[in-house]
């Protein structure tokens, strides 16, 4: 049972204190200009402008295919809704760039960027071609003149190709995509090839400057943490001697290691990208790629959020999104999972395009690679609409799916496919392909649409890379915490329907804090101390900041981050952290009715109220008041607790812990809902994860004029019953 003391001294404090979501959240200002102009550039910009959905497939070519079938393929594909190819697989004897002309003649662009491939469409490019500046730009896009000039430039882009190869005897086109390991440099982890250590050591010394400040980065003035030796670095060319000789304590040396490897793919892929965008200056790149987004970016030398930064101006960034390949992380869940996934993605790249290129379209059983005892995986039309639904709830803009139809023979044969093994269309492709159609039916309202998150998660590379550098010595474990933590507040939030978003440390730096009325700290092991600084103006200027254990422990570097008496993480948090425990193993505690089982924390408040208290009669919770906010410890490893299935208990009390006086601006029982907000007309996804069920959607202040079915136009009667089908998900469009 909760502490009935505890509920009665939060409804005493809410007579006084009501910032309730009901009154405030339709003022709230969301920074929408900032958070546009995170990765704003010329390429960004011209997306805005063309608002282009792809719709796309991978088309792969069976033996007994020639021009007849490929027809075939290509008009079936458009008249169910698709309009691009996210790939092409040709058997001996054709070509790409031969199937890419016939897709082109069939209507279909041949590439997954879709109408992103197009030229800018700007005033002088209207005047050549005599149209009207005025007209809508969707009545542009559709007018003759411009559908010919675009088709000529991407006919012409295939023919460049076919010249490009026979000139250079290319087997392939440049590649139009990139992956971030870079094999060259070492093996995931903290290998290194000879290469990969001259590097490094180039890289050190750009990072650091001087000797002296890599000293103190590699924490070699503290105790039995000096290099083989016994002295500390003397000079560049000593690092060069004996830094493979760092004691296996110190870990910030680790963090390089992973750190360089990414900033080393960095800079991979802006070459590659450069000399992409130099042979076809309008084609949009990607890059992102393969790695499963519930595994420890850190660990594998990859930072999505700086491949976004290099995607800025080159293009979008993407991930792959497999059933048997990326889920089983999570136990091979799927349903929430989607939108953890493809929320992050988006949330890495705000301002700019990014959509799943690389997606599943239909029944996986034996393939994956990663799911090694036959796990497979259901895939009827209700599964492919929560998946792709749920894309577009998190933002995604269009999507690729591998594939149309099936591998006719060898490894990945007969899965995956849209069509089934007989190339018959079946429900799944005529359900996505209305998706594809309603996505570009309201495209320009979809590229205006942002979420408005009552909660940030964050985010931070350099936690995870401090989670990583501790994982070594079989320790393996430890670079998953911070993705389980991760994984456990997004489910409790998904469950409660409440709207979040994930920032990351580099948001909060170009001044994305106050976006977020509450912002969440899970796990974070390891917190930059430039940070505070800027989490404590967040609370002081009304933001609620909430952190669960284990967090504040070390800073970037390892060094023990201070929390103590006046200390910075004191002054925000109004207790100074005094010990970590544990319990679980030879001792085992209580909050409330909640078995606490993991990291918790003493502590002392200093200017914090307690909120509740552990069985053993130490502080469990605590809120502190700065200025005009609150900051809340959660003195145990809440989001961990929440990490599996069914933890309903500890999900609840997250909850309560995290909104205080907070709730969501929507409710909508026995179904998962996400929002967009667009100007003219706000988009809800609902998602059932269950029996075919009637709900309704409460969206409380917001008020709307009409409702509609976005997929087959039927109207519906605002605040009545909706009838959702098993296993499946409705998309809504709520005109204001």
């Known amino acids: ?108 662009i041949p590439w997954w960027y879709g109408q992103g491939g197009w030229e800018e469409i700007t005033d002088e490019l209207l005047k050549e071609l005599k149209i009207d500046a005025d007209l809508p730009m969707a009545e542009i896009r559709e007018h003759p003149k411009m559908v010919e000039y675009q088709q000529n ?59 002296e400040q890599l000293n103190d980065a590699y924490n070699v003035h503290h105790a039995n943490l000096k290099p083989a030796g016994g002295t500390v670095f003397q000079s560049w060319d000593d690092f060069a001697e004996r830094w493979e000789q760092s004691n296996h304590r110190e870990l910030r040396v680790k963090r390089d290691i992973m750190r360089f490897k990414a900033d080393h793919a960095h800079s991979n892929i802006q070459q590659v990208t450069k000399k992409y965008q130099e042979f076809y200056p309008h084609a949009p790149f990607r890059a992102g790629g393969e790695l499963g987004l519930f595994l420890p970016q850190s660990w594998y030398g990859v930072d999505l959020e700086g491949i976004a930064e290099v995607m800025k101006d080159g293009g979008t960034l993407y991930p792959s999104m497999h059933f048997s390949w990326h889920y089983g992380q999570v136990d091979n869940e799927l349903v929430r999972p989607f939108y953890m ?40 039309e209700g599964t492919i609409t929560q998946f792709y639904l749920t894309q577009l709830a998190s933002g995604f803009r269009g999507f690729g799916i591998w594939c149309w139809s099936i591998r006719s023979a060898g490894k990945e044969g007969g899965e995956y496919s849209l069509l089934d093994r007989n190339n018959q ?29 009552l909660v940030g998660v964050l985010y931070n590379w350099d936690n995870e890379g401090i989670w990583a550098a501790m994982s070594v010595r079989q320790r393996d474990a430890f670079r998953m915490r911070p993705i389980e933590a991760r994984i456990g507040a997004s489910r409790a939030l998904i469950n409660a329907n409440v709207p979040f978003e994930y920032v990351t440390a580099s948001d909060l730096r170009n001044g994305l804090a106050p976006r977020y009325p509450i912002i969440y700290l ?32 070390y800073d970037a570097y390892s060094k023990v981050l201070p929390t103590g008496k006046d200390s910075k993480f004191e002054k925000i948090f109004g207790v100074t952290l005094d010990d970590y425990q544990y319990s679980g ?91 967009l907000a667009a100007p003219d007309a706000d988009h809800y996804v609902l998602v059932n994860d269950g ?46």
């Open 341 to 380: 996934q493809a929320s992050f993605m988006a949330d890495l790249f705000k301002g700019g395009w990014s959509a799943a290129w690389e997606s599943t379209g239909g029944p996986q059983q034996f393939d994956g690679e990663k799911t090694s005892d036959e796990k497979g995986f259901y895939v009827d």
């Open 153 to 211: 430039l991407l006919k012409d882009r295939v023919e460049r190709t076919i010249a490009y190869l026979e000139k250079t005897g290319e087997q392939k086109a440049l590649q139009s995509s990139f992956r971030a390991h870079d094999p060259t440099i070492g093996a995931r982890g903290l290998d290194l090839t000879g290469e990969g250590k001259k590097l490094f050591l180039q890289w050190a010394e750009k990072q650091y400057g001087t000797i």
């Open 691 to 736: 029996t075919q069920t009637q709900v309704q959607l409460d969206t409380k202040d917001f008020q709307y004029q009409s409702v509609e079915d976005a997929i087959t136009g039927e109207t519906l009667e605002l605040g009545a019953a909706i009838a959702l089908p098993a296993h499946n998900a409705r998309w809504l469009r709520l005109v204001k």
């Open 425 to 453: 269309v079946t429900p799944r492709a005529r359900k996505l392909g209305q998706i594809g159609q309603a996505l570009d039916r309201y495209r320009e309202e979809l590229w205006e649409a942002r979420k408005e998150p």
């Open 522 to 553: 899970p796990a974070h092991l390891a917190i930059n101390r430039d940070l505070l600084d800027i989490l404590y103006d967040y609370v002081e200027q009304g933001g609620r900041l909430v952190m669960d254990m284990p967090s504040a422990w």
């Open 585 to 675: 193993f030879n001792r085992s505690f209580k909050l409330d009715s909640l078995d606490i089982k993991g990291t918790f924390v003493h502590m002392t408040p200093t200017t914090a109220q307690v909120k509740d208290y552990f069985d053993h009669g130490k502080p469990a919770i605590t809120e502190n008041r700065v200025g005009e906010g609150t900051a809340v410890v959660i003195g145990y490893d809440a989001s961990l607790m929440t990490f599996e299935l069914g933890n309903t208990l500890a999900e609840k009390m997250l909850l309560d812990y995290t909104l205080g006086n907070y709730a969501s601006p929507y409710a909508c029982d026995d179904a998962i809902v996400y929002r």
């Open 1 to 108: 049972m909760y502490n009935r003391l505890f509920f009665l001294a939060a409804f005493l404090l809410s007579l006084f204190y009501q910032p309730t979501l009901a009154q405030w959240l339709p003022d709230h200002d969301f920074l929408t200009e900032k958070y546009d102009q995170l990765h704003a550039s010329p390429t960004q910009e011209k997306f805005r402008k063309l608002a282009p959905m792809p719709a796309g497939v991978v088309y792969i070519q069976h033996p007994d295919e020639g021009e007849e079938e490929i027809r075939w393929h290509f008009r079936t594909m458009k008249e169910l809704g698709y309009n691009s190819l996210k790939g092409i697989y040709p058997v001996s004897g054709w070509t790409v760039e031969q199937i890419q002309l016939l897709a082109l003649e069939e209507g279909i």
